[in-house]
């Protein structure tokens, strides 16, 4: 089968507009070479591509090379990986999309006193431009970790450089510079869940939606491909995913490919919630060499939450994405490496150093270890509830999620906070919301500013003591029906929405026969853990567990997946950053 003819198709309606970019939902007009970057404002512009002084450029030379540039050099090419830094001291260097139809599409020219780069400088990821000298001088040159090292031990230069390069990603975004077409259906939960993959992951993408474009059905039923092959990605702009698993998609573009896999670390970080997150940024700050193994995509549960407005110094709010994102940002500037779409199925706790094996087999080891596993939603108990998963069922509420059920009514489920937030949020554009919670009220689960705004809402129905019982549709959820424990009372409506928010168990399942856990499954630490589990653990040190240690020496327990641990991003960030110290103290031993 030839996908020549898909890609040929794809880029022409492109070229018409049919095609939204990112996680935005505008119809954007790509690939014309003759516009030119949406850059807004003249201020933006000089935050974007700064010029630095002759102080600063001073300060970077000793950590690179100079050497000179011949017009036509190609310094960095779309693919390479990874990507060095290039500061210009004289002549120009130009940053383009090579287009082999339409020429290649000029980004920026960079002059002297600026600089090259965008996240993947952190990242270590592949380049999504090409660099080619458009008029001879000369550059100085940094290697990934030398920029690495330049940006931990220079406060100006990092605050210019990290500035420039997330809003060089971000533009990249907008304006649909990505080396990803993805080509799904609203109605399809693989859609959502490979859309929220990428842009969790920062990752610019352009989104081709077949029910907008019937001519795309068409075209992909020519190539026999089938509603079990919906989403397709086409990935770099040649291989064609259907399909594909997250771990695929990080494998495609490369997420995980500059993490060195063999050498053992400080400190391995399990989970990239906040609290993973956390310790990542402080580890790696004070000089411990970090690896941190996320089984889906940085964020974790904070990374669903549409607006967390309890999260210190933060007035106004913030997006659990944007806080998350930004934590994801600073803990790869301090030199700490993420790995993405790896989960870890099990910890060889019997010998030291430790190590983690991984859901494709590999072996990881570390001399300490941070569990940071966090929670997962509990899943609605009910029939045919997993084939309705982002069908119709939904375990976050982020803007991806308010796009789907836009103008609908719709169904949250639980009294906590989360649940809350989740009906508040989704108020502002559903057509109504019914807050379906199995207790007499709200008082003793959620906080009292919530419920001041739920009963202010003009959109939101509480329904007390009222809980979900039956689920109908074909592959999407398209009927439900909910009881009335009081009177017992069954009601049916025609809703394909629901939100489930009713609380988390730990993710711990892999941790069994290693540690103590409690009766519910969260790790027990520190002054929790009894004289018989340290007993029954073999606990071999004559000294007591510190504080957010496990039943095994060394190895630490932070967040969501510890026992007693309070439910919130700052206790998690709050541990996350303690149980570093402990690991200082445990590594100089
Ligand atoms: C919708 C929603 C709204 C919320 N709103 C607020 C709020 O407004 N304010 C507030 O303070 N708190 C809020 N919370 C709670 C807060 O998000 C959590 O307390 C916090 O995210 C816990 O952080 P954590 O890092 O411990 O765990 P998590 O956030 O659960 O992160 C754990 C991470 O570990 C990964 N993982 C799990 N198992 C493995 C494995 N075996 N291998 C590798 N990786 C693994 C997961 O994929 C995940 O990314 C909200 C939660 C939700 C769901």
Redesign the pocket.
Known sequence: MSWLLLLDWLSSQMQRGAVTIGAMESPVNLFNPSEPLPISTRSAAERLFPTLTDAQVARIAPHGRRRPVAAGDVLVEVGQKPVPFFVVTSGALQVVRPDAAAGDRLIVTHRRGQFTGETNMLTGRRSLARLRVAEPGEVIELSRDELLRLIQSDAELSEILMRAFLLRRAELIAGGFGDVVVVGSAHCSGTLRVREFLTRNGHPFQYIDLDRNPDAQELLDRFHVGPHDIPVLICRGDAVLRNPSNRQIADCLGFNEAIEPTHVRDMVV???????LAAAVYGASEGLDVLV??????????G??SR????LGFPTGIS?LDLTGRAYAQAQKFGAEVMIAR???SLDCGRQPYAVELDDGTRLTARAIVI????E?RKLQLEHASRFENAGIYY??TPMEAQLCAGEEIIVVGGG??AG??AVFLSRTAARVHMLVRSRGLADTMSRYLIRRIEESQTITLRTETELVGLDGDVNLERVRWRHAGTGAVEASDIRHVFM?TGATP?TS?LRGCLCLDERGFVKTGPDLSHDDLAGAGWPLPRAPHLLETSRPDVFA????RGGNI????S?VGEGSIAVAFVHQVLQR
Not at 567 to 570: L, S
């Open positions: 399990i989970g990239a919630g906040p609290s993973g193994l996320e089984s889906n995509v940085p964020g974790g549960q904070a669903s939450s967390i407005e309890n999260y659990g989960g870890v199925v940071a596993a966090g929670a939603y976050g509420a906070n989360s937030q989740a928010m993710n892999w932070v967040g969501d997946v439910k919130r991003v700052a998690a």
